[in-house]
C-alpha cells in the first residue's frame, strides 16, 4: 500500500513538472461558475480546438458549427475551448452569466466556455501571448482559431472567417484525432 502511494505522488509530481513546461500551463476560470482550471492538467492527452468568441458578431453563428464538431468528436479526444473576448469593437459585452445564458440557449453550447479574456494587445493573456509566439499571430478577429495536439504542441491557427466544418479545421483535427 506505502508503495502504490509513494508511485502515485511520483507520478502526480511528474505530471505538474510536465505542466509547467507546456503551452497549456495556465489558468483560468470557467464561464459562470467560477471554478479555476489549469488548461494542462484539464485537459492534456487531448486536441484543442481553442477559439475566441463573441455574441454580437457576424461569425457568432460559428458556435452551432463549434458546438456540432465538439459533440461530434468529443469522445475521440477533441475538446473546444471557447473564450469571449471584448477585444473587437465590442462585440462580446455581455457579463459572464449572460454570455452563457446566451451561448446555451441560441447554440446549445456545452462544450468548456472561460471568463472574458484579453486576447490580444498589452492585455493580452498570458496564454495568447503565448499561442502568438508559437503561431505568428494574435486573433485577428473573433472566432479565430488555434489547434493544439494531444501532446499540447501548436498545431495550426485558422482565421477567423473558416468556418468550423471548413476542410481546413476538419483535416487538421481529425489529423490530430488520429495520432
Not at 32 to 55: F, H, P, R, W
Not at 134 to 163: C, E, L, M, Q
Request: proline share 4%; net charge positive; charged share 20%.
Amino acid at each position: 500500500m506505502r508503495l502504490l502511494s509513494v508511485i502515485f505522488l511520483l507520478l502526480m509530481s511528474f505530471n505538474t513538472i510536465a505542466c509547467e513546461n507546456t503551452l497549456l500551463n495556465h489558468n483560468f476560470k470557467k464561464l459562470a461558475s467560477g471554478e479555476t482550471i489549469n488548461l494542462c492538467d484539464s485537459y492534456s492527452g487531448k486536441v484543442m480546438l481553442i477559439v475566441n468568441t463573441a455574441s454580437k458578431c457576424g461569425n457568432t453563428p460559428q458556435y452551432e458549427g463549434l458546438e456540432s464538431l465538439y459533440q461530434e468528436h468529443a469522445d475521440q479526444g477533441l475538446v473546444v475551448l471557447g473564450f469571449p473576448s471584448n477585444n473587437f469593437f465590442g462585440q462580446e459585452p455581455g457579463t459572464e452569466k449572460e454570455i452563457q445564458e446566451f451561448c446555451r440557449l441560441t447554440y446549445g453550447v456545452q462544450f468548456p466556455m472561460f471568463e472574458k479574456t484579453e486576447v490580444k494587445g498589452k492585455k493580452a493573456h498570458p496564454f495568447f501571448v503565448a499561442l502568438n509566439q508559437v503561431s505568428g499571430t494574435y486573433p485577428t478577429w473573433n472566432f479565430h482559431k488555434y489547434i493544439i495536439g494531444r501532446n499540447g504542441n501548436f498545431v495550426a491557427d485558422i482565421g477567423p472567417r473558416v468556418k468550423p466544418y471548413d476542410k481546413r479545421v476538419i483535416s487538421v483535427v481529425e489529423r490530430e484525432l488520429a495520432k
